[in-house]
């Protein structure tokens, strides 16, 4: 041994044949900046075969145990500092590893070994050590900065260990050890759902232990889920005593409250909104003006009168960012007594609220608009159904007295139609996008279960309201820019290159071009028009939805590529928006010329905030709703449906069944007995043998083969295609000649499912 290591004696004890510690590998590496195997086995005077692989699986393992970075080839190794300490959210996915989430560089893949001291959202240090055959760059956690929550739901269970509470996912990779005092103590069963608290954390060689706290009726799994759900994705639920006095503390508008304001009560404003909702909190009206001109004004709930700056319950509003909606049940941003009253236009009470003023001309452009606190009084509560029966048949006997008897509310009906004809038209004009989708509901039977899964309707009536909303957001983001307001804006990034390219193939089908970067609005309703009338039509929108960008809101406005909107922001809805309420008390500020309160937190901050929390409500509404349908379909394995090629794959065709609106997979094992290929241009499976041509909008029968609870994954086997959509029937004939050459993918007769997603 020719070199001077502190720690040789110590390696010479471990190894017959020692190389350097890793603490002299690290020294070395330090001194020289960065080096290579080789160039490290030069400075080791290493020779010896054995000793240069030992020396490399070494450099490996310190790689492993973020000691050492490497990057290039031949692998050039630097030793890891502070400042390759990076910090972010932990996701976790149901097989097993997971990512460190960062927002201004790549994630970090972790792997299983790394996943046994985290759960899903836990906030951690963690540093990149190598770059995997996948080109993710693979990442070690330093250590847990912050745990997302320390309580969980599960369901008891035992092995030859003893009882644990196993979690679903997307922690199923952590069970949590109990003791059996503690299951005896609370007579638990095996298989039941419990609470449990964290008593000690995971560690690299133990799981964490826990403590049962309470048995979970198991009655009803709607409910349970929504629990489990409330808590993986740390969503708070129960407002604190602070934030319920505040709120409570409120009483029904005084004449102290009105004054000042304009008074809108004889104004025949009135509110649209679903069959089931609880919260109020825009009404409309609208009149014709001299010379076939229009005024709209569209009534807003005052939520900054209750809602005070820096007070419990602007914090906690703050901290919720949005209500969270679950089917058959809602987390409100803001407790029920001002969500579901002093905030919420009912009719037939005086309400305050903050209103724009509209002037929009014959031609549908605005013209002119002003912003003002003001109290109303809302002249009906009408549903979208209602207003839909009305428009169809004025003199339909079951539509309410309260729009038929009032002359007044009917003649601003009948303009508020005509003005949304109008900007319809404005809308097209501007090639605002508008895809064929559909959004379903779940209906539930009396114990909870699931009872059917319907399509919801848009009539006039919801596309009416919708452009009445569109012109307050617009007007109010016009204001906050002409003024420079401190407010966050809603925007919409165009699309990536990369999607736009994948579109430009794929818009070949139809004998339309597309640009291969850079597309505007028009590029993309030039394709909506074209496929808008086929029964394919819903398969094709969805694929250009995802090539969109992720909205979200900013302090800096860049406009809303989807609207086509040059500024854009979210005005209507402070009850269950708080970027909404932010720019209410901006607005409010300004046109009452009154001083606007230092917020406690930063613009930016609000901005990603925000942008958080929706997506951490969009997460968990889609976990709920999928693993609803996926618990429902486990009592139909084995059954046959009809349904439709969604989406095409590498690995197989995402079918959803024509009655049940379900997705589900069925894996390239099981599409047939040829050797299919993938042609992503053309988003079809080729079988390169006997030419079966699989594609976005074919009919098929499939049969419901598994149902996996952990991955939320349901498993289809085809039975029979049943008809290729237009633009699949006219490859067929060219499929052996079209299929491309390389592969990766294939089926075969004798294969079976695997029951998990590629």
Not at 607 to 613: A, C, F, L, N, R
Request: hydrophobic share 35%; glycine share 6%; aromatic share 8%.
């Amino acid at each position: 041994m020719s070199w001077n290591d502190p720690n040789a004696s110590s390696e010479a004890q471990k190894y017959d044949n020692p190389i350097p510690s890793r603490e002299l590998i690290l020294s070395t590496i330090t001194e020289k900046g960065e080096a290579t195997h080789q160039q490290l086995a030069k400075a080791f005077n290493i020779d010896d075969p054995d000793q240069f692989d030992a020396l490399g699986n070494r450099l490996k393992a310190m790689a492993r145990d973020g000691q050492v970075n490497r990057e290039g080839r031949p692998y050039r190794f630097r030793t890891v500092t502070q400042q390759d300490v990076v910090t972010g959210t932990v996701s976790a996915h149901a097989k097993g590893f997971g990512f460190v989430l960062l927002t201004d560089m790549p994630d970090l893949f972790l792997h299983e070994k790394q996943m046994r001291w985290v759960f899903n959202g836990d906030k951690v240090e963690a540093v990149g050590t190598s770059t995997d055959n996948r080109g993710r760059t693979e990442g070690r956690i330093v250590d847990v900065v912050e745990r997302q929550q320390n309580q969980f739901i599960g369901t008891l269970a035992k092995d030859e260990d003893g009882y644990c509470v196993e979690l679903g996912s997307p922690n199923n990779h952590q069970p949590i050890t109990v003791t059996e005092d503690n299951v005896q103590a609370l007579e638990v069963k095996l298989g039941y759902p419990v609470k449990v608290d964290i008593i000690d954390w995971p560690n690299q060689h133990e799981f964490a232990t826990g403590k049962i706290t309470e048995v979970l009726s198991d009655d009803n799994d709607r409910e349970l889920i929504i629990e489990t759900t409330l808590l993986n994705y740390d969503i708070p639920s129960e407002f604190n005593e602070a934030t319920l006095k505040q709120a409570n503390d409120y009483k029904e508008p005084t004449e102290k409250d009105i004054k000042g304001r304009t008074d809108l009560r004889d104004i025949p404003l009135i509110t649209i909104d679903g069959e089931d909702a609880r919260d109020f909190d825009d009404a409309v009206f609208a009149e014709k003006r001299a010379g076939g001109n229009y005024r709209v004004l569209v009534a807003i709930a005052d939520v900054s009168n209750y809602v005070t700056p820096n007070s419990p319950l602007d914090i906690e509003a703050y901290q919720r960012g949005t209500s969270v909606y679950f089917p058959h049940r809602v987390i409100p941003m803001l407790p029920e007594v001002l969500s579901n009253g002093l905030c919420s236009l009912n009719p037939n009470v005086d309400r305050l609220c903050m209103v724009a003023d509209i002037k929009v001309s014959r031609a549908g452009k605005v013209t002119g608009y002003e912003f003002y606190p003001a109290v109303m009084n809302s002249q009906a509560r009408l549903t979208y159904n209602q207003v839909n029966d009305y428009l169809a048949n004025p003199k339909d006997s079951t539509i309410p007295k309260s729009l038929t008897d009032n002359k007044e509310v009917k003649k601003s009906v009948d303009t508020l139609h005509q003005l949304y004809e109008l900007l319809v038209k404005k809308r097209e004009e501007r090639h605002a996008m508008e895809f064929e989708t559909v959004e379903t509901y779940i209906k539930f039977n009396e114990t909870g279960g699931i009872a059917a899964i319907l399509p919801r309707t848009r009539g006039d009536a919801h596309k009416l309201i919708e452009e009445c909303m569109l012109l307050a957001n617009t007007c109010a983001a016009n204001f906050a820019l002409e003024h420079e307001l401190p407010v966050l804006y809603r925007n919409h990034d165009k699309p990536d290159s990369e999607k736009s390219m994948r579109i430009h193939e794929y818009a070949k089908n139809f004998g339309l071009s597309f640009p291969e970067e850079s597309p505007t609005q028009a590029d993309y309703q030039r394709i909506i028009e074209a496929t808008k009338d086929r029964p394919d039509a819903v398969s094709i929108h969805s694929m250009l939805l995802r090539s969109m960008m992720q909205a979200n809101y900013a302090p800096d406005n860049i406009g809303h590529f989807g609207l086509a909107y040059e500024e854009y922001s979210h005005f209507t809805s402070p009850i269950r928006r708080y970027p909404d309420l932010m720019l209410h008390r901006a607005i409010k500020a300004k046109v009452t010329n009154t001083p606007q309160t230092v917020m406690e937190f930063s613009l930016d901050g609000a901005g990603t905030q925000t942008s958080d929390t929706e997506r951490r409500a969009e997460k968990a509404s889609r976990f709920v709703e999928s693993w609803l349908k996926c618990h429902y379909m486990k009592d139909h394995v084995g059954e046959e449906f009809d349904g439709t090629v969604t989406t095409v794959t590498s690995f197989g065709l995402f079918v959803m069944l024509d009655d049940l609106y379900i997705d589900g997979l069925v894996h390239i094992s099981n599409v047939g007995d040829d050797f299919f290929v993938y042609d992503e241009k053309q988003q079809q499976l080729i079988g390169k043998d006997k030419g079966g041509l699989f594609g976005l909008g074919d009919s098929v029968r499939v049969k419901v083969a598994g149902v996996n609870m952990d991955l939320l994954q349901i498993d289809f086997d085809l039975t029979a295609k049943l008809k290729s959509s237009q633009m699949n029937q006219t490859k067929k004939d060219q499929a052996k000649k079209s299929a491309p050459k390389k592969s990766s993918s294939r089926s075969s007769s004798n294969k079976k499912s695997t029951n998990k997603k590629s």
